[in-house]
């Protein structure tokens, strides 16, 4: 499987849909399973304008007009899942050093 040419970032990326069951069952009655690594996920990605006159426009666009008539399956990473948002560390600035119970009020 190939693996999406991330060259470029996209401007936009809608978060990924997950199909719902492994089991579906047609109205026939026919049960059709999926295993857990062909259940995969879909999103939307959207680029800005590809400054063609580049070597990597070209590229990426050479490339992805090939995949396309070719029917490439394409092993492709959402861009939100290729590291960690931040580093989850740090000091919150809280809202009133009073406060009590189970929930954090910041600013």
């Not at 109205?27 to 062909?38: D, I, K, L, N, Y």
């Not at 990597?56 to 590291?83: C, E, K, N």
Request: glycine share 14%; proline share 7%; charged share 20%.
């Amino acid at each position: 499987m190939a693996t999406w040419p991330r060259t470029i970032m996209p401007s936009d990326a809608k978060w990924p849909e997950h199909k719902s069951a492994l089991i579906g069952r047609a109205e026939s009655g026919r049960v059709t399973t999926r295993g857990t690594g062909a259940r995969g996920r879909r999103w939307t990605e959207r680029y800005g304008a590809i400054d063609t006159r580049t070597p990597t426009g070209r590229g990426f666009m050479s490339r992805v007009r090939r995949s396309l008539a070719a029917g490439t399956i394409w092993d492709v990473q959402h861009p939100d899942y290729a590291g960690p948002l931040g580093s989850g560390l740090g000091t919150p600035v809280v809202s009133g050093a009073g406060q009590t119970g189970s929930a954090l009020v910041t600013s």
